[in-house]
């Protein structure tokens, strides 16, 4: 697609692991010239978190970092941070970091100093804990975040152990939100021309996605328990055992509910006061679950998807990963796109411009690859990333 609309934005990247690389891998997907710094060596410690590996790197590294140009940069050499720092202050929009707390700012290279120099500069810190607090300093992970936000309290199970999310939900999310962050501040400095120190953190994204359970205890007092695949305000709302697998049915409302009753022959449950709302079927969940797995258990998934579908009860199948990759509506949206320069394929954006999705541009940076962008030869950070 032409005209990306990031195109023309310079955003300079001090990030590692998975939630600053996925912010700026958002950033760089909507157009704009992400230039990813790595220490010399091993670089990123995402290019070594695997199998699987592709062309010798982490396929998590390829996720995270396509689209980006990278240098392989020693912060602690004064003359290298300086030319650096000119580059930045001379051509960049957007500066975004996660590392560890303090260490930017020993570099010269935090958001006080730059944006001292520079206001009109947006500086985006993704931390761990926060920017205040007892635990500020400390250093955190997505797994940690799940267990101290209280996610992993609220996943699997009832009587079960705790269980983390499959995906790494909490560094997802936090980049995320960094990358809503940055483009409110860019949207306000088209306005005004100011800059902007944003923030976020880990912890504030695991917290933000228990919302709805920490506003429900703060108003009765009650702690929500693990539900498996059901949730805790809807009933039936959750994942039902077939003959031969499983299959998700969401039945959010009390005419669906009416309807699932009438397709599995069992009308008069919706006509039982027990059962009659969906409070009173929340109420009385563990007598209501019972009667209707009885029934789902006597048929086959496809059948039953083949029934709820016809009905107009929402239901799916629960699919693998190699399912979803086969299904012709992953196939239709063409979100899976194919590197142009590699023998590779991943997901993109899960974003559409009038029709069109931002495309795989070029494969993530070998360690160092642009590092004649710091040259003497180069005036300046050439905005030349491949469209």
Not at 45 to 53: A, E, L, N, Q, S
Not at 331 to 353: C, S
Not at 364 to 383: F, M, Q, R, V, W
Request: charge should be negative.
């Amino acid at each position: 697609m032409d005209g990306l609309p990031l195109s023309g934005t310079t955003v300079v990247e001090f990030c590692h692991s998975v939630a600053g690389p996925y912010a700026a891998s958002i950033l760089a997907d909507l157009g704009a010239d992400v230039i990813k710094v790595e220490s010399p060596g091993k670089g990123d410690y995402g290019r070594d978190w695997g199998p699987p590996f592709v062309h010798g790197t982490s396929t998590l590294f390829h996720v995270l970092n396509h689209n980006k140009r990278g240098l392989a940069l020693n912060l602690r050499d004064t003359e290298t941070c300086e030319r650096l720092t000119a580059f930045i202050l001379d051509h960049a929009d957007v500066v975004i970091q996660n590392m560890r707390p303090g260490a930017i700012d020993k570099l010269g290279l935090g958001a006080d100093a730059l944006r001292a120099k520079k206001p009109a500069l947006i500086y985006c810190d993704l931390g761990a804990y926060g920017r205040s607090g007892p635990l500020r300093d400390k250093p955190g992970y997505d797994p940690l975040m799940q267990a101290y936000g209280g996610i992993m309290s609220v996943t699997g199970v009832e009587g079960g152990e705790p269980v983390r999310v499959g995906t790494s939900i909490v560094d997802m999310g936090a980049g995320m939100w960094a990358a809503m962050g940055i483009l409110a501040a860019l949207n306000r400095h088209h306005v005004t021309g100011e800059g902007c120190h944003v923030t976020t953190s880990l912890f504030e994204t695991a917290v933000g996605w228990m919302a709805p359970h920490i506003g429900g205890y703060l108003s009765t007092g009650d702690l929500r328990r693990r539900m498996g695949s059901g949730v805790t305000e809807i009933v039936p709302h959750q994942a039902f055992e077939t003959a031969d697998g499983h299959v998700m049915v969401a039945a959010g409302n009390d005419n669906l509910f009416r309807t699932l009753a009438i397709l599995l022959e069992r009308p008069r449950l919706a006509d039982d006061v027990r059962f009659a709302t969906n409070s009173k079927r929340v109420e009385n969940r563990h007598t209501l679950i019972p009667m209707l797995q009885a029934v789902l258990h006597t048929k086959p998934t496809t059948e039953w998807l083949a029934c709820l579908d016809a009905a107009g009860v929402p239901a799916a199948p629960i699919q693998s990963v190699d399912q979803v990759v086969a299904a012709e509506q992953t196939k239709a949206l063409r979100i899976l796109q194919k590197a142009p320069d590699l023998d590779m394929t991943l997901v993109g954006l899960p974003l559409e411009f009038d029709g069109e999705r931002p495309p795989y541009r070029f494969s993530a940076p070998t360690l160092g690859e642009h590092n004649d962008l710091l040259s003497p030869s180069h005036a300046s950070i050439a905005k030349k990333a491949a469209s």
